[in-house]
């Protein structure tokens, strides 16, 4: 499982959900809703949220795309698929760092991982905005 806003797929997230596949035999991406990523990044994403599913869902790359919680730091889609790893992006650290902190209130055992970047300088998605 890994989580994201995907707002324009670019190669920095194909090398991302690339690395997730090779980590087992199928990847679910969290797809951040518009109202979360305004209040975590201050911003409206680019695209609506339908938008970035249907792109993820288009790219062959993810087994499924699914929209994310209304609410920052409630994690359903992991209570709800119970996944075995959940990888983050190199540049995910706050939400890691959140996810960690609730770790315990699952009751299953989850690896936690952090991919590597793929061309941070010209593929991160605040850069290319």
Do not use: W
Request: net charge negative; proline share 4%; no cysteine.
């Amino acid at each position: 499982m890994v989580f994201g806003v995907f707002d324009g797929l670019h190669e920095g997230h194909r090398s991302f959900l690339s690395q997730a596949r090779g980590l087992g035999d199928y990847v679910i991406a969290v797809v951040a809703r518009d109202e979360v990523v305004e209040k975590l990044k201050g911003r409206s994403p680019l695209r609506p949220l339908e938008s970035r599913i249907e792109e993820l869902r288009k790219s062959g790359v993810i087994g499924e795309a699914v929209a994310g919680d209304t609410e920052p730091g409630r994690y359903s889609m992991v209570e709800a698929h119970r996944p075995a790893v959940i990888a983050f992006g190199y540049d995910q650290d706050a939400l890691r760092a959140d996810f960690m902190s609730r770790l315990d209130r699952f009751d299953f055992q989850i690896d936690v991982l952090v991919l590597k970047s793929f061309e941070p300088e010209k593929y991160h998605s605040s850069r290319m905005r």
